[in-house]
């Protein structure tokens, strides 16, 4: 008998999606003779339901077009982007735990989507990954990033993380999460 994936009664070799998330097993297969296999984890793309193994389901990454979504516009779907919004920060980490994934500033846009996730109208790749405060929220979820009490959205002198500052505010140029007056 045929493998039938899926179970929705017609054979792998015959269906048109039968991975069902919805991106044709065509699109995902790739031109070449040998399927392309994103995640190098044994399985290929047009049957695996995370094709870059990213925790976020390929249903869910390809949008909700017809053509996938290609958030950043590198030539790279999202689901084969580990870094959708090249942001610098990998879609695994952006996306937090659970089936669903994160928006923080809860404007519609998954973090991994989203180039100021915080919606400080700070970018992602400028506050970076590390915890300045150490409350246990990376800078880029974090309203108030350096925990002086003032959010990050009206803050005069933010801590930006890999930039020497000439305005009197306090950097961290090698971006260790200690001010660079500190830092010897």
Known sequence: TAVDR?????PDYRDLDSDVDGISDAVEKGTGTTPVDT????TP???DLDSDGDGI????????????LDTDGDGTPDYRDTDS???GITDAAEKGSGNTPLDTDNDSTPDYRDTDSDGDGKPDAQEGTID????GTPNYRDLDSDGDGVPDSSDQCPLIVGTANDNGCPSDFDGDGIIDTVDL
């Open 132 to 135: 300045t405060d150490g409350d």
């Open 6 to 10: 899926d179970y929705y009664g017609t």
């Open 39 to 42: 995640d190098n984890d044994g």
């Open 45 to 47: 793309d047009y049957r």
């Open 85 to 87: 919004d090249n942001d």
């Open 57 to 68: 389901s390929d249903a869910v990454e390809k949008g909700t077009g017809t053509t996938p």
